[in-house]
C-alpha cells in the first residue's frame, strides 16, 4: 500500500492537452464567464486544485474553483451577485446561474495554532507560493485554459502517473496544519486506488494527536466520501486500520480479517452507509454498536436509523434466503420502508448465497403484502364488537397479522373474524 516513490515520469504533453480539454469541455458556462471577467480585469485566472487532478486522471468533475491575483475586494466589485463570508480568508462565492463559484485570491499562511486554521492570511501574486500550501501534490496544479497550460511546481501530474499521493513539501508539517489531512490522504489512496508514499505514510502516526483534535462533523464528510467513492473500499479500510486512524475513528470496527469485508465491495458506490452496515456485520457490531459510532461521527438521525434496521435484519436473517410466508415475516419485521435496502445490504454481507435476494425482496414487495396490523381487514373496534376485551385485542390482531403472514389470501373480514372468535373461545 506504500512504499518508497519510483523515479518521477511525467505524463505526456498530449496527455496535458486532453486534459485541458475535458477542463475546458466539462466547466459550465457560469466558470468560463467568471474566467472571463478576471482574466478580462488582469487577474490571470487559474482552475486549481481537484478538477485538474480529476482532468488529468479523466475523471467527471463537478468542483471548479478558481484561484486569481486580485485582491478580494477587487474581485467581489467585479460581480453583481457574490458572498463574502469568506473574504477575510480571500475567498469570495460568485454567484452565476450555473451555481455558486469559488474565487479565492492567492494566499499564503501563518502557523497554524489549532490543527485547522491558519494564524495570519496574506494576499500577494505568487501562484507557485499559493500552490505550495495546499496538502498533496495531486491538489496542487493549476489549469490556466487561456494560455493553454498547466502548472505543476510540486511534481503533481508525475504522481498522477506513478499513482502515488504525497504532500506538498515536508509531510509532518502539512499533517500539523489541518489534522484532517492524514484521513484525506488515506481517502485519495483509496478512492483513486492509489499507493501513499514512504514519508507520507510515515508521518501519520504522529500526527494523530491533531487528528483527534479535529471535529467529528468533518471526520464524518470525509469518511462519508470514503465510503462512497471508488470501487475498492477493502482498500480503503485496510489503509485506516495500517495507518491507526480507524483506531482514532471507531476501535470498535478494528481487527476484522480483510476476508469478512469482501461484501464491502459487493454494494455499489454511493451508497456510504449500506457500505458501513455491511462493514458493521463483518465486526460482528450488533445494532446499537453500530449505531453509536455513527452518533459519535455525527450521521443524520435518519441514515443511523437506517443502518440500526439493516444490521437487525441481517441478523435475523437464515443461512440461506427465505422464501414464502419465512420472506414476509422478514419483511414485516424490518418494515416496508427499510426492506429494499435491507435486501442490498444482506445480499452484499451473505455473499453468493444471497445472490438474487434483492430481486426476490423487490417481486414480494411488488405484490403490496399485508406486513402490518393497520393492514388487516379488521380493526380493534371490530374485534371489541364481537365480545373481545380491551386487553386481549392486541395480541389478537398480532395473531391475525401472523396468519395472512403465513397466508396471504385470509385477509378477509369474515375469515379474520371468525379466527379471532375461535381464539377467543378457545376453540381449535
Not at 10 to 18: L, V
Not at 185 to 192: P, S
Not at 208 to 221: A, Q
Not at 405 to 410: K, Q, V
Request: proline fraction near 7%; hydrophobic fraction near 45%; aromatic fraction near 6%.
Amino acid at each position: 500500500m506504500a512504499g518508497a516513490a519510483a523515479p518521477a515520469r511525467r505524463p505526456t504533453a498530449a496527455s496535458e492537452r486532453r486534459a485541458l480539454a475535458r477542463l475546458t469541455r466539462w466547466a459550465p458556462p457560469g466558470v468560463h464567464a467568471v474566467l472571463a471577467v478576471l482574466g478580462e480585469a488582469g487577474g490571470t485566472p487559474f482552475i486549481v486544485g481537484g478538477a485538474v487532478r480529476d482532468a488529468v486522471l479523466g475523471r467527471a468533475t463537478h468542483d471548479f474553483d478558481i484561484a486569481t491575483r486580485l485582491p478580494p475586494a477587487r474581485v467581489a466589485d467585479l460581480f453583481p451577485r457574490v458572498v463574502r463570508a469568506g473574504e477575510k480568508h480571500g475567498t469570495i462565492m460568485v454567484l452565476t446561474p450555473d451555481g455558486p463559484v469559488e474565487v479565492t485570491t492567492f494566499r499564503s499562511e501563518g502557523a497554524y495554532l489549532d490543527g485547522r486554521r491558519p494564524s495570519t492570511v496574506a494576499f500577494h501574486d505568487d501562484l507557485e507560493a499559493d500552490l505550495a500550501r495546499r496538502d498533496f501534490t495531486i491538489n496542487a496544479m493549476a489549469a490556466d485554459l487561456g494560455a493553454r497550460r498547466i502548472v505543476d511546481p510540486f511534481g503533481g501530474l508525475a504522481d498522477l502517473t506513478r499513482r502515488v499521493v504525497r504532500c506538498v513539501g515536508e509531510p509532518a508539517a502539512r499533517f500539523g496544519e489541518d489534522g484532517l489531512r492524514p484521513l484525506r490522504a488515506v481517502r485519495f489512496a483509496g478512492v483513486l486506488a492509489f499507493r501513499l508514499d514512504r514519508r507520507t505514510r510515515d508521518a501519520i502516526p504522529g500526527a494523530l494527536p491533531t487528528f483527534e483534535r479535529v471535529s467529528w462533523e468533518r471526520k464524518r464528510d470525509e469518511m462519508t466520501r470514503l465510503l462512497a467513492e471508488g470501487q475498492g473500499p477493502r482498500r480503503s479500510v485496510a489503509l485506516l486500520e495500517s495507518s491507526g486512524l480507524l483506531a482514532a475513528l471507531a476501535p470498535e470496527l478494528t481487527g476484522v480479517a480483510p476476508a469478512r469485508l469482501a461484501g464491502l465491495e459487493r454494494v455499489p458506490r454511493g451508497r456510504p452507509w449500506q457500505r458501513f452496515a455491511v462493514w458493521a456485520v463483518a465486526a460482528r457490531l450488533s445494532p446499537d454498536q453500530a449505531g453509536d459510532i455513527l452518533r459519535r461521527w455525527r450521521v443524520a438521525n435518519d441514515d443511523t436509523r437506517a443502518v440500526e434496521v439493516w444490521v437487525q435484519a441481517i441478523f435475523q436473517l437464515p443461512a440461506n434466503p427465505p422464501s414464502g410466508p419465512d420472506l414476509r415475516r422478514w419483511l414485516a419485521s424490518v418494515g416496508a420502508p427499510f426492506a429494499q435496502a435491507a435486501s442490498q445490504v444482506a445480499a452484499a454481507a451473505r455473499g453468493p448465497r444471497y445472490r438474487g435476494f434483492e430481486a426476490r425482496v423487490r417481486a414480494a414487495l411488488a405484490r403490496k403484502p399485508v406486513l402490518r396490523v393497520e393492514q388487516l381487514a379488521v380493526r380493534g373496534g371490530d374485534l371489541l364488537a364481537i365480545g373481545l376485551d380491551g386487553p386481549r385485542v392486541g395480541s389478537t390482531l398480532r395473531a391475525l397479522l401472523d396468519l395472512v403472514l403465513e397466508t396471504p389470501s385470509r385477509n378477509r373480514q369474515d375469515e379474520l373474524l371468525a379466527f379471532a372468535h375461535r381464539l377467543s373461545t378457545g376453540e381449535p
